[in-house]
């Protein structure tokens, strides 16, 4: 990814308008917004999963509209807040193994990559091979985060990283984020504090509607 460039504006009843800034690899952006105030919303956006009224998405200089969906996910991973919203396998080992595969992964080559993201993780090698509905719910968002990052995408979408995480977890998460140099990231958070702790840049989407800002 060369960068992400958005520009979203919406009319009457608008959530937010004039959202605009560039991302470059390796760099980080948190935005923040009240609960209600459109950064699930401009989630869905940046993710491909619905279109703008006005502006345009570039990712990787082309309008993400007309990326294909299997390329636009080798480069665009989401981990979304509630993770078993997401779950398509039985374990976390088949979870994290089934985007691989869908890259051509295979072999040993799916082996080291699902085994490497998995590591990365607190989840106990225990838990690998069962049941997903026997995961805590902190438990189930690792399973999708090492699912994201087994793919090595060039961006990394993350929607209330840490709500479902203890302290500790929270702060591993933080340092597995900052150890991803070539990833991208944007945090979604209502959250100024962890917005600190999870980017180096920042996005306000302030009361609803109005101008933006990134710092």
Request: aromatic letters at 6%; hydrophobic letters at 45%; proline letters at 6%.
């Amino acid at each position: 990814m060369r960068n992400l460039s958005a520009h979203a504006e919406y009319g009457n009843g608008a959530l937010f308008q004039g959202v605009s800034f560039e991302l470059n690899p390796g760099e980080s952006l948190a935005i923040t917004a009240p609960e209600g105030g459109g950064k699930s919303h401009l989630l869905r956006l940046l993710a491909g999963l619905e279109t703008p009224s006005a502006g345009e998405i570039l990712l990787d200089g082309r309008p993400i509209a007309s990326i294909a969906e299997p390329i636009r996910a080798r480069r665009l991973g989401v981990v979304f807040s509630q993770p078993w919203e997401q779950f398509i396998a039985h374990d976390p080992w088949r979870e994290v193994a089934m985007g691989v595969l869908a890259q051509g992964v295979e072999s040993e080559a799916l082996k080291q990559r699902v085994t490497q993201a998995l590591q990365q993780t607190p989840l106990p090698q225990s838990l690998w091979r069962a049941p997903l509905e026997r995961l805590s719910h902190g438990q189930a968002y690792w399973v999708m985060f090492a699912a994201a990052l087994a793919m090595q995408p060039a961006l990394l979408l993350l929607d209330e990283p840490g709500a479902l995480l203890s302290e500790t977890g929270e702060a591993h998460l933080v340092d597995l984020l900052h150890a991803q140099p070539q990833m991208a990231r944007i945090v979604f958070t209502s959250r100024a504090a962890r917005a600190q702790r999870m980017a180096a840049k920042h996005l306000s989407l302030g009361e609803g509607l109005g101008e933006t800002n990134v710092k």
